[in-house]
């Protein structure tokens, strides 16, 4: 599933290589992307509404306002839905209306209002495609941050042959996975360990005390790694959560269980992530037996100290090793969290907050990254897969 979560944005317009679309649709779909389309009307001359809603599961945009409900296809929102938009086959009517801002159609107004790449891959016959303004529009488009994916030379639907046929949907597949999942990125074959999720401190064979953590961010960044090449020990506390991917995973019980795992991974890593809720302190002592109701009475907990399992392994962390802690603060967070990234000797810190849309147990974060240079940046409210992603592009930037 490379294109778990990526939300693709499908242009068709007018032309025979439009009946080619749906196998790119299914391929999509099948690596887990969510896949929108926006039809011409011309387009839907070659290849069906149907067809293409049943593959993407999803209704098909022609225009600017649904026949059928009257509702408004908001081309903003389209355009801020995309991770990418990619206009196959493009003919030279919707690259000129690109190139001089012509915006009169939902594809056109769609793709002049989003903010993610759009890739053009022109298809018509060898003449029209080598006539100049043609030629033209593409180095205009190449230039202003269209990605164009040449079309190729070959036997053409008119029976002629010659440059201008739409590069294939398998063609097109794999860039669209190359970009989302580079194969020159540093990561691959890094060895990298995320701790994630909570831990459980017992009192009593029955009984313990936790948080509130699920693990997701954490397990989402082991997958985006594990996505990238890296290959990836994850030691996860007690949560129902577990990775998508066959990643090797180290379940763990408590902060001691936890500090155990890690001192004897971190020799062979390159990079730790310490995405854990670990808990600061533990029942000093565990009940053997069920503790019982005394009635009347208050019960009370000796507190021991747990090892501060980051700073720990800051304190032995090799010359080549980079540590990356997670900070949860509710007030004074960020001058808390450049004060943990010093004391705790990181390389980097990515601050939250716990809100409803934010930290524990919410589907959703917005976190602040900081290394220890001082540098900095803010995420937009996001899903945790997109957190991660942001964060390990940026962690990619900075440690390499
Ligand atoms: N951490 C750790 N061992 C602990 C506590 C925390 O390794 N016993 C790690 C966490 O995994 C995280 C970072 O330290 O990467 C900061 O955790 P946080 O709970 O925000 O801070 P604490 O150090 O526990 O400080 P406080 O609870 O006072 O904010």
């Known amino acids: 599933m490379r294109l778990r979560n990526r939300h693709i944005l499908l242009g068709i317009t007018g032309g025979i290589a439009a009946?080619?679309?749906?196998?790119?649709?299914?391929?999509?779909?099948?690596?887990?992307?969510?896949?929108?389309?926006?039809?011409?009307?011309?387009?839907?001359?070659?290849?069906?509404?149907?067809?293409?809603?049943?593959?993407?599961?999803?209704?098909?945009?022609?225009?600017?306002?649904?026949?059928?409900?009257?509702?408004w296809n908001h081309h903003v929102n389209l355009g801020l839905w995309a991770d990418l938009m990619v206009i196959a086959p493009c003919g030279s009517n919707t690259m000129g209306k690109i190139v001089h801002g012509m915006c009169d159609n939902l594809l056109t107004t769609t793709i002049m209002s989003a903010r993610c790449p759009v890739w053009i891959a022109?298809?018509?016959?060898?003449?029209?495609?080598?006539?100049?303004?043609?030629?033209?529009?593409?180095?205009?488009?190449?230039?202003?941050?269209?990605?164009?994916?040449?079309?190729?030379?070959?036997?053409?639907a008119s029976g002629l042959s010659g440059k201008g046929r739409m590069q294939e949907p398998e063609e097109i597949f794999n860039q669209i996975i190359e970009y989302f999942n580079p194969s020159d990125t540093q990561w691959h074959k890094k060895k990298v360990l995320i701790t994630a999720g909570p831990t459980h401190e017992p009192i009593d064979p029955v009984r313990f005390v936790g948080n509130r953590s699920t693990g997701l961010m954490g397990i989402s960044i082991a997958e985006r790694l594990w996505e990238l090449g890296a290959e990836v020990e994850l030691i996860l506390g007690p949560t129902h959560l577990e990775p998508t991917y066959p990643i090797s995973v180290h379940r763990i019980?408590?902060?001691?269980?936890?500090?155990?795992?890690?001192?004897?991974?971190?020799?062979k890593m390159d990079i730790i992530i310490m995405a854990a809720a670990v808990a600061d302190y533990r029942p000093e002592n565990v009940a053997i037996e069920k503790i019982k109701k005394q009635e009347g009475k208050d019960f009370e907990i000796k507190?021991?100290?747990?090892?501060?399992?980051?700073?720990?392994?800051?304190?032995?962390?090799?010359k080549s090793q980079r540590i990356i802690g997670f900070a949860l603060e509710t007030n004074n967070s960020k001058e808390n969290a450049i004060k943990?990234?010093?004391?705790?000797?990181?390389?980097?810190?990515?601050?939250?907050?716990?809100?409803?849309?934010?930290?524990?147990?919410?589907?959703?974060?917005?976190?602040?990254?900081i290394n220890k240079n001082g540098d900095e940046?803010?995420?937009?409210?996001?899903?945790?897969?997109?957190?991660?992603?942001?964060?390990?592009?940026?962690?990619?930037?900075?440690?390499?």
């Not at 391929?27 to 011409?40: D, H, M, S």
């Not at 022609?62 to 509702?71: I, K, L, P, S, V």
């Not at 507190?303 to 090799?318: F, G, M, Q, Y």
């Not at 390389?347 to 589907?363: H, Q, V, W």
């Open 303 to 318: 507190w021991a100290e747990n090892p501060d399992i980051v700073k720990s392994l800051s304190e032995r962390k090799t």
């Open 377 to 400: 940046i803010e995420t937009n409210l996001e899903s945790k897969q997109e957190i991660a992603n942001i964060i390990v592009n940026k962690l990619h930037d900075w440690i390499f």
């Open 122 to 156: 022109p298809a018509m016959d060898l003449d029209m495609y080598q006539e100049t303004s043609v030629q033209e529009n593409i180095s205009w488009l190449a230039s202003n941050n269209y990605k164009i994916l040449e079309a190729t030379e070959g036997p053409l």
């Open 340 to 369: 943990k990234l010093n004391n705790k000797k990181l390389d980097c810190i990515i601050l939250n907050n716990p809100s409803s849309k934010t930290g524990f147990a919410s589907e959703t974060n917005q976190v602040i990254m």
């Open 19 to 71: 009946y080619k679309i749906p196998l790119l649709v299914r391929f999509l779909k099948l690596e887990g992307a969510q896949v929108g389309i926006i039809c011409t009307e011309n387009a839907l001359q070659f290849v069906t509404e149907k067809t293409l809603s049943v593959l993407s599961e999803k209704q098909v945009l022609t225009d600017f306002f649904d026949t059928d409900t009257g509702e």
């Open 253 to 267: 019980e408590t902060a001691l269980d936890m500090f155990e795992k890690c001192k004897e991974l971190q020799p």
